[in-house]
């Protein structure tokens, strides 16, 4: 016997997509990095697992000199994906089914290649141009998600996600862009 409308539990909105990806922009803000900050988010059954966010490994010297020299910042930033990963090994946390929600970029191929690995079944980002610079690795990692079954969600992020934020769209920071 089915259970009376009033005793189903309810459906989940249509913008938890759209408030998982908020929460992993509010995660990228954390990065130090000049020039592009990176979150990412892993969710199953609307909980939050882990996070993470690009930069310089733990305990290694994030200083002034090394964030402003490009080529050595790229050498040594961890991608806010591995880092996601790399936080739920180390505390023990099961990444197996799990949707990746990152801001503001498409995965790279070798954080694609991670996600595959760690058992991710879904990755959502907004729904931006991506900078042509990085296509090609986004172009891998898609096909590198298609081949592995793993969905990915470019979702829109204008307008409001909550009624009351109507009107402070504009208000947020553009984390795209350095500080």
Known sequence: MANPPEMRPPKPPAHWDQRFLSQARLIAGWSKDPSTKVGAIAVRERRIL???????????????????NREMRLQMTVHAEANLISYAA???????GATC????????????????????NKVVLPDFVMPLRWQESFETAKLMFIEAGVAVAAIPMS?????????????????????
Do not use: K
């Open 90 to 96: 180390r505390h023990g946390v099961c990444l197996n």
């Open 101 to 120: 929600y990152v801001w503001p970029l498409m995965t790279c191929s070798q954080c694609a290649a991670q996600l595959i690995q760690a058992g991710f």
């Open 50 to 68: 882990a996070t993470g966010y690009n930069g310089i490994p733990m305990h290694v010297n994030d200083d002034i000199s090394r964030l402003n």
């Open 159 to 179: 307008g409001p996600i909550e009624p009351a934020l109507e009107g402070y769209e504009d208000e947020l920071p553009d984390l795209l862009t350095p500080d």
